[in-house]
């Protein structure tokens, strides 16, 4: 179980408004300035919460980033539903295309991958965001079994990996930038493989024969 990071309690009243105002102006504050230049000053400034509350609270920047992060796992999101795993994998794809290209929505989530190679707390946050995300994903392939497009005991949190996983390389590794057609094909790609049954168990960890 992950180490509950301090101020992500959700209390009611006065207290929730300070803790939502704080966390907001930090998540603005990140996506404008990024990490490296985030004070808790500049957040009690924007949030119009008493420095000393802050520093309290979340202790120091790196704490506000860190529970800012996971308020993404508070979020109402649902994975895409086109009738096929494909499509839905493809949606999700989209998704992230949109959100990491679209100018005045990149900075944000950029910001936060960059915060994760600077503070392990900050790390330790964007993963279990990333677990929550995973998590609600999976039911696109619980689906797909379902229909009988893949076969029983597909992993379906590693599908969403492998569907997802280009679309992060394009963008952070090779930094050649990435499309919508870039998307479908990656989402295409790891249909084709979960179909073919070479995320169950029975296939995990197979090595590839020499050509």
């Not at 929730?16 to 009690?44: F, I, K, Q």
């Not at 057609?181 to 990656?186: H, I, P, R, S």
Request: with cysteine; glycine share 10%; net charge negative.
């Amino acid at each position: 179980m992950a180490t509950e990071i301090s101020g992500t309690k959700r209390p009611g009243g006065r207290t929730e408004r300070t803790r939502l105002a704080a966390l907001n102006a930090t998540l603005e504050l990140l996506g404008e300035r990024g990490y490296a230049e985030l004070t808790v000053e500049a957040v009690a400034e924007r949030s119009g919460v008493h420095k000393t509350t802050l520093y309290r609270r979340w202790e120091s920047a790196e704490g506000l980033v860190a529970a800012a992060l996971l308020m993404g796992t508070e979020q109402e999101w649902t994975a895409p539903d086109t009738g096929s795993l494909e499509g839905d994998l493809r949606g999700i794809n989209l998704e992230l295309v949109h959100y990491f290209t679209s100018p005045g929505e990149r900075e944000l989530p950029t910001a936060s991958i960059s915060a994760a190679f600077l503070s392990p707390r900050a790390a330790d946050a964007l993963q279990e965001f990333y677990v929550d995300r995973h998590a609600r994903s999976a039911v696109v392939v619980d689906r797909a079994v379902e229909r009988g497009e893949v076969p029983a005991g597909t992993d379906a949190v590693e599908v969403v990996r492998v569907a997802c996983g280009p679309i992060f390389y394009r963008l952070f590794v090779s930094r050649e930038g990435v499309s919508k057609e870039d998307a479908g094909v990656a989402a295409k790609a790891a249909a084709a493989a979960a179909k073919a049954g070479v995320f169950t168990a029975a296939n995990a960890g197979t090595a590839v024969p020499p050509a």
